[in-house]
């Protein structure tokens, strides 16, 4: 199989904002891009809409809600992220709607990001295997709210002041990615942060699940695309015709 070339991502900015709708979202592939941006002195915060209550079957969803909030902060830490908001609406059944937009347009006009970071929302993920509800009612409502951030007659008052300086929305593990981000010197960082989710993975059932082998496949190949030995890709989103 042939890859399709990547082209690097634009790093000329110096305020983003994450939003997903689990921890661990961001750690399956996008936290060494989180490491290589935080490390260059850009200001990063994440944003989980849940908290991932209903992601361990062996813990009642009040008890994983406090392990998995813990293992999100210990994992942002690792890779140089100290502003994390968890949101507290429900895990599993996130619908995409006006609700979901209000409610994340105010946490847009209260960070004020350039570039807005959040999960594939595509029907699946590279490989075919099926998305999970959450990640596309996030994904979709990302979209919309940041254009209501900039507007001061949607959801007037949410968050604060009206912002339209997102520039970008990217996408991270889209199966329709064209961009991407070097990871090569910051893939153990993201390794580290995955590994720190260790509740969540142990909970998952998944024998032998290495978290280096399984992102050094995923990155290796997006490197290759990209001219590097490790990448991220992301598949990006113009907030402006310019």
């Keep these: 199989m042939t890859l399709q070339p990547l082209e690097p991502l634009d790093e000329n900015w110096e305020r983003a904002l994450a939003i997903v709708a689990h921890p661990d979202d961001m750690e399956f592939g996008a936290a060494a891009a989180i490491a290589r941006w935080t490390g260059q002195g850009k200001e990063i915060a994440y944003c989980m809409v849940t908290s991932g ?47 979901l937009r209000r409610i994340l347009a105010g946490v847009v006009r209260r960070h004020r990001p350039e570039i807005v970071i959040t999960g594939n929302f595509r029907d699946t993920f590279p490989g075919g295997f099926l998305n999970q509800a959450d990640h596309i009612a996030t994904g979709r409502a990302v979209l919309d709210a940041v254009r209501d951030a900039g507007n001061r007659w949607i959801f007037p008052g949410e968050g604060g002041e009206p912002w339209g300086g997102v520039r970008q929305v990217w996408a991270a593990g889209s199966p329709e990615a064209r961009h991407a981000v070097d990871t090569t010197d910051t893939f153990q960082a993201g390794v580290d942060s995955l590994k720190a989710h260790k509740a969540y993975i142990d909970g998952l059932g998944w024998e032998h699940f290495d978290p280096a082998e399984f992102l050094e496949g995923l990155s290796r190949q997006t490197g290759t695309a990209l001219g590097t030995t490790f990448a991220a890709p992301f598949e990006l989103y113009n907030l402006s015709w310019s």
Excluded at 57 to 70: I, K, Q, T
Excluded at 76 to 83: E, F, K, N
Aim: charged letters at 30%; zero cysteines.
């Design 53 to 99: 209550e209903a992601g361990i079957d062996g813990l009642a969803p009040d008890e994983a809600r406090v392990v998995r909030e813990a293992e999100q902060i210990e994992s942002a830490r690792i890779v140089g992220v100290d502003v994390v908001e968890f949101l507290g609406l429900p895990d599993g059944i996130l619908e995409y709607g006006v609700d």
